[in-house]
């Protein structure tokens, strides 16, 4: 009889070492009738190491994080029995239980594989006051304390006696106002850019638009008087701004206040990445995005269709790039052995998945994107991260993109020992070529300038062609150099990048010449000084300050993407039901709002000209659906348009904002389907009262004192409560328009 894998019980267990350090155990649980033997396989796809010191089970790794735990020195583990397996694997160490999911069970040699279906989350653990010095590092600045009701409650009291008043996301360049108003029962316009964010109502307030070609192509000047609003824009793309300002300015009762405001963004580059690789998301919710960060007046979507874990768009002439690299399926081989998909990836089981953005997908976005005033820009990946591209490619022997006869020995950041191109095939640029050849194809479909190209270049592995006899026998292989030596080695290494970034550069100018490829930091050596490039700088804000300063020395084009404020998959802060992978930072809205785009990276006023704008970045490790990429993005992203329209916050402008946020816009998302994270209420005993504060003013706090979890009929907090006779309380912060909550908060009492 097979062992019923779906009787096994898992968990990760985190405790505090002796020395401080967290350590991580996979504990797995017999809840089966019978024992587990020693003839099983645990499938896994976040990367688990045993330590040094256990020998009862051993890892077999197959493919980047993918890979199993099989029995060695084991013996059965008896019904209602438990192992703790310990873990060297950092992506455990406060790695939320949501990110854990995807471990299945086979059991002798047919491979049938069984999802394991109870993945317990781990408890509250000592662990998480455990200072994380490596977060620390990174990011001097970011708040490490676990996130407790008292000290979610101090960090939101700050600022609270700040002085209310109206707020505007993202905020504007002047704004004055006589203090009146004037009633607003809906609006009477002829412009067609109003009309994408106004509703036509014909005896309503006049709007007069004019455009006035001396003002920047951005820039408006919006005039509300008691008798009409008028709007002077530099463009058609403004009038579309001032008309997501004037939705803002719109007030509960329908006034709307007397004003004048000018207005234009510090950034010409107000971008969002999408990683659709790890995991994707359709083009019907890839629009709902672009309906919300239009806005808010951000005009960059970069789409990163491929990494190690996915190709996600379809190429003509080329089925198998999205036939086998759009695949992940449990048997990633066929039955020669030959690849016909990808392993498992980031928490996913072996349930079969093929999902990819088709052509005329692709085409009707751009169009899309385009009357919104949204630039989509596709990132395609490459030299390294190419894992889905080479088995594409291996799978149908079609162009030989790696060196057969290599015997470089490399490993990725994720993992992989197999996801670089080689840089001296012809077939890596003959194969580039088609792809960006297509690309181009479905932006000349949609009528839409192909005017930006993000092009990768990013952590290639150390070592990657060293011993390629394709790279030695190049021009590009100075014989002298003996690659034992770290000297000769980066030499090698940088000349073949740089061989690299000039083929894929030509082939870009050929098919496009005034498109502007963009490429991640680490490319920036290998690159020339050109206004054809630009490139996207992610280093923490601990980060050698070096690796910028070498950017605009060269006088390349910068976008900030700064990890320890802008990767939106880090957690909101330190809490075991907070998701995401916290190796840069916890960022919290607050602190994308606070954050100095220019002074983080101590850039001079006068190479303030070389930088572009500023980008979120969501990567997808953990983003398994709609739901969560929603959780991750917002409200966060809406301080990221705050800081890409205007560089540097007000001072003690963080309660406007928060009170803007709760009063008004998380409203608006609600109207746009955006299921945004809500922040969980802080709460203190003070004088033996409890009293409770939340960080957007305006929502609603809900609490019991019964044992229950508050729902949307729970008391409604207005007033410190009284604990006499309560042994605790939960409360949870609820959204104004519709039924839904944040985690929940437990209080426990010693008062009688």
């Known amino acids: 009889m097979p062992f019923p894998g779906k009787d096994l019980e898992l968990q ?50 197959i493919d980047g994080r993918y890979g199993y735990l099989e029995p060695d020195d084991w013996a059965p583990l008896p019904p209602d029995s438990s192992i703790e397996i310990p873990i060297n694997n950092w992506l455990l160490n406060r790695m939320p239980a949501r990110a854990r999911q995807g471990f299945h069970f086979t059991e002798g040699d047919d491979l049938e ?73 809906g609006f009477d316009f002829d412009h067609e850019e109003l009309g994408k964010v106004l509703r036509r109502q014909t005896d309503g307030l006049p709007v007069r638009v004019s455009i006035n070609s001396e003002l920047d192509v951005d820039c408006y000047k919006l005039t509300v008087t008691d008798e009409d609003i008028n ?44 990683d659709l690789a790890r995991h994707f998301q359709p083009a019907e919710e890839i629009k709902r995005i672009i309906r919300v960060i239009t806005a808010y007046k951000m005009n960059r979507l970069q789409l990163g269709i491929s990494n190690d874990e996915g190709w996600r768009l379809q190429i003509p002439g080329l089925p198998e790039m999205t036939e086998t690299g759009a695949r992940r399926t449990f048997h990633a081989n066929d039955q020669d052995g030959n ?31 385009a009357t919104h005033h949204v630039e989509i820009v596709v990132e395609f990946n490459l030299p390294a991260h190419a894992n889905a591209l080479i088995r594409a490619m291996a799978g149908s022997g079609r162009f030989r993109v790696v060196d057969p006869l ?29 792809i960006l050849t297509a690309i181009h194809d479905c932006y000349k479909t949609a009528a839409v300038p192909f005017k930006h190209v993000h092009l990768g270049g990013d952590e290639v592995p150390e070592g990657a062609w060293l011993h390629s006899p394709a790279c030695r026998n190049s021009e590009c292989w100075d014989s002298s150099w003996d690659v034992s030596r770290e000297e000769d080695r980066k030499a090698a290494e940088a000349t073949l990048l740089r061989h690299y970034a ?46 910028i300063t070498d950017v605009l020395a060269r006088d390349q084009q910068l976008v900030i993407a700064n990890a320890s404020f802008l990767y939106l998959d880090m957690p909101y802060g330190l809490h075991v039901e907070e998701p995401g992978l916290p190796w840069a930072a916890y960022i919290d809205t607050q602190r994308i709002h606070d954050f100095d785009p220019l002074a983080c990276w101590q850039i001079p006023d ?69 299921e945004y994270r809500l922040p969980p209420p802080g709460a203190k005993v003070i004088d033996g009262k409890l009293h409770a504060n939340v960080a957007f003013p305006g929502l609603v706090i809900r609490y019991t004192k019964d044992g229950t979890d508050p729902d949307a009929n729970a008391e409604i907090y207005l007033v410190p409560l009284e604990l006499t006779n309560i042994e605790e309380i939960r409360m949870a912060t609820f959204s104004k328009t519709r039924d839904t909550s944040s985690r929940i908060i437990t209080i426990s009492t010693d008062t009688p």
Not at 34 to 44: E, I, Q, S, T
Not at 175 to 182: D, I, P, Q
Not at 249 to 274: M, N, V, W, Y
Not at 409 to 423: D, E, K, L, P
């Open 12 to 61: 990760i267990i985190e405790r505090p070492g002796d020395s401080g350090e967290t350590l991580a155990y996979l504990r797995i649980t017999n809840r089966a009738s019978v024992p587990l033997k020693n003839n099983w396989r645990l499938y896994f796809s976040l990367g688990l190491e045993p330590t040094l010191s256990e020998h009862r089970v051993r890892q077999v790794t």
């Open 113 to 185: 594989e069984v999802a394991i279906p109870t993945v317990l989350p781990p408890a509250l653990l000592p662990m998480q006051s455990v200072e994380n010095t490596g977060i620390k590092d990174l990011s001097p600045s970011c708040d490490i304390e676990l996130q407790t009701p008292e000290h979610i409650w101090q960090k939101n009291q700050r600022g609270q006696s700040e002085a209310a008043g109206l707020r505007l996301i993202p905020n504007v360049k002047a704004f004055e106002t006589s203090g009146t108003s004037v009633a607003c029962s």
């Open 231 to 274: 709007i002077d824009a530099g463009s058609n793309r403004a009038v579309f701004y001032s008309a997501h300002t004037l939705r803002q300015l719109i007030q509960a009762d329908g006034s709307l206040p007397t004003c004048s405001i000018e207005d234009k963004p510090d950034f010409d580059h107000r971008g969002l990445f999408l």
């Open 339 to 369: 690849p016909c998909g990808l392993y498992p990836a980031w928490g996913d089981g072996p349930e079969e998945q093929h999902e990819y953005l088709t052509t005329e997908e692709f085409t009707e976005l751009l169009t899309f994107a």
């Open 406 to 434: 290599d015997e470089s020995v490399h490993r990725s950041a994720q993992g992989y020992t197999n996801n670089v191109v080689n840089v001296c095939m012809p077939d890596t640029y003959v194969l580039s070529a088609k």
């Open 502 to 547: 000039g083929e894929i550069l030509t082939i870009v100018k050929e098919l496009s010449p005034k498109t502007q490829a963009g490429f991640w930091h680490e490319m920036s050596p290998a690159l020339p000084a050109t206004d054809n490039i630009y490139i996207t700088g992610w280093a923490t804000e601990g980060a050698d300050h070096e690796l």
């Open 606 to 674: 006068g190479e303030r000209p070389l930088v572009k704008g500023i980008q979120a970045q969501l990567w997808s490790e953990t983003v398994t659906g709609p739901q969560m990429m929603d959780y991750y993005l917002f409200p966060r992203l809406l301080a990221v348009a705050d800081r890409a329209w205007q560089i540097r916050a007000e001072t003690k402008a963080w309660m406007k904002f928060a009170q803007a946020l709760g009063g008004r816009e998380l409203s608006y998302l609600d109207s746009l389907g955006v």
